[in-house]
């Protein structure tokens, strides 16, 4: 599934359920950037991550609807224009954009996924999709971003990103009924310039079916 925000208006609900399906009769389905948003989707639920807001933005109240609106909220007075700047920001904001830079990753050697692959791999940042580590009894971060001291290899990154995507995934791999999902959380491909993330992507393609649990998905 290559980069893309609008697969959930391109799929319909039997659509996803059918790729759902798909993938537990063993298929093997690689997610590439923003692709990876619609497979850690609650309704989708092909992968055990979900998307950060920034840090230090407010959890969900667990008294609000559904939708996070209250039906009444007390009322205040706005005095300045620092008030108002404060009442209008989101509640839970997402990270600031990075404008372009290329991160170091380290890579799990023990994984199928990173075979012949370096300690340490680069990829190229952009945008504000930083994701949460999948836990160990439901996959494998393949490749996850190095500390904050160490991430940037070249170009520019907001001290803020720069300390909220350290050891957070690049490569993370599920396993969904006999089938996988691989999901990188940024684009391998970019421009054909990055050594290393082609390679993972490649082991992707060609190694992930070979550890699925059926070799006869359609």
Do not use: C
């Not at 609807?65 to 209008?88: H, L, M, N, Y």
């Not at 991430?151 to 993370?172: F, H, M, T």
């Amino acid at each position: 599934m290559p980069p893309g925000d609008s697969y959930d208006e391109w799929l319909s609900e039997r659509g996803i359920e059918r790729l759902k399906n798909w993938v537990a009769a063993g298929g093997t389905l690689i997610g590439l950037g923003q692709a990876v948003n619609f497979l850690a989707d609650p309704e989708v639920g092909l992968l055990d991550i979900a998307q950060e807001t920034t840090v230090g933005s407010p959890e969900k109240k667990k008294d609000e609807d559904p939708s996070g609106k209250p039906k009444r909220v007390p009322g205040t007075e706005i005095t300045s224009p620092e008030q108002f700047e404060q009442a209008t920001r989101a509640a839970a904001e997402l990270p600031d954009t990075a404008p372009g830079a290329i991160l170091r990753a380290r890579i799990r050697t023990d994984h199928w996924l990173t075979a012949g692959a370096p300690e340490t791999v680069n990829a190229m940042i952009t945008g504000r999709a930083i994701y949460t580590p999948v836990k160990a009894d439901r996959g494998v971060n393949a490749a996850y971003f190095e500390s904050p001291e160490k991430l940037l290899a070249s170009g520019y990154l907001w001290n803020e990103n720069r300390r909220q995507l350290a050891y957070k995934p690049l490569v993370v791999v599920e396993p969904a009924g006999a089938g996988l999902v691989v999901g990188f959380t940024a684009d391998p491909n970019f421009r054909g310039m990055l050594d290393g993330m082609n390679l993972l992507f490649l082991n992707a393609i060609f190694r992930g079916p070979a550890h699925t649990r059926s070799a006869g998905a359609e």
